[in-house]
């Protein structure tokens, strides 16, 4: 029952198709111009012209020498011979120890890319990326009190350094009194 739904569905897809690319045009017959049949008239119709000439023959039965010739792979199989390839595979040999010891590891260590952690990376990525934005935004701000702490700082040695000529100056005025009013030696 489905699959008679499903062939008169595509069955009026296709007349629809017909219908765009051909209007509303008919055959000879008076019947309306049908896409499968108009490609099959033309494939029969190359393959008569084709079997009626000698050469088209014989060019189909070239074709898959055609393409092998065609490959650039078929170059070098002709132009280097087998010894050259074994020399060029042996002097590579270290290279693919390595690349094979390598590949090693890679299928032993397969499990633990397939493991939960692995997977849960995209979903660990994006609690990341909101901590990286928190980390930045706390990197910000001890930036920004850092900056307050060293001008703080700055300002207590300014105040610390005027205190001590303030000192030094009330200090020396008291001396200069003390002095003069004798209550105390002249120093030397």
Same mark, same amino acid.
């Given at each position: ?6 062939i ?6 296709v ?10 045009r008919k055959?000879?017959?008076g ?13 029969a119709a ?9 050469? #088209? !023959?014989? *060019? ?6 055609l393409?092998k010739? =065609?490959?650039? /792979? $078929?170059t070098d199989?002709i132009t280097?011979?087998?010894a050259?390839?074994?020399e060029?595979i ?13 590949l ?6 397969q499990?633990l890319?397939d493991?939960n952690y ?8 994006t ?5 990286s ?7 910000d ?7 307050? #702490? !060293?001008r *703080?700082?700055?300002d ?6 005027? =205190?001590?000529? /303030? $000192?030094?100056q ?5 001396r200069k ?12």
């Amino acid at each position: 029952m489905e699959k008679n739904a499903e062939i008169d569905n595509f069955e009026m897809r296709v007349q629809a198709v017909e219908r765009h690319i051909y209007g509303e045009r008919k055959n000879r017959g008076g019947k309306p111009v049908k896409c499968a049949e108009s490609l099959a008239r033309i494939q029969a119709a190359l393959a008569n012209t084709a079997n009626k000439r000698e050469r #088209v !023959k014989i *060019l189909h039965k070239k074709i898959e020498d055609l393409v092998k010739y =065609l490959d650039p /792979q $078929f170059t070098d199989h002709i132009t280097v011979p087998d010894a050259m390839k074994l020399e060029f595979i042996l002097a590579e040999e270290d290279f693919l120890l390595s690349q094979a010891a390598l590949l090693e590891q890679v299928s032993k260590l397969q499990p633990l890319l397939d493991s939960n952690y692995i997977r849960d990376v995209p979903e660990h990525a994006t609690k990341l990326q909101r901590l990286s934005q928190i980390h930045i935004k706390e990197q910000d701000q001890a930036e920004a009190q850092t900056q307050e #702490v !060293k001008r *703080l700082f700055e300002d207590y040695n300014k105040m610390m350094v005027l =205190l001590s000529k /303030q $000192f030094t100056q009330w200090d020396d005025t008291l001396r200069k009194l003390e002095e003069a009013k004798g209550t105390r030696p002249v120093e030397q």
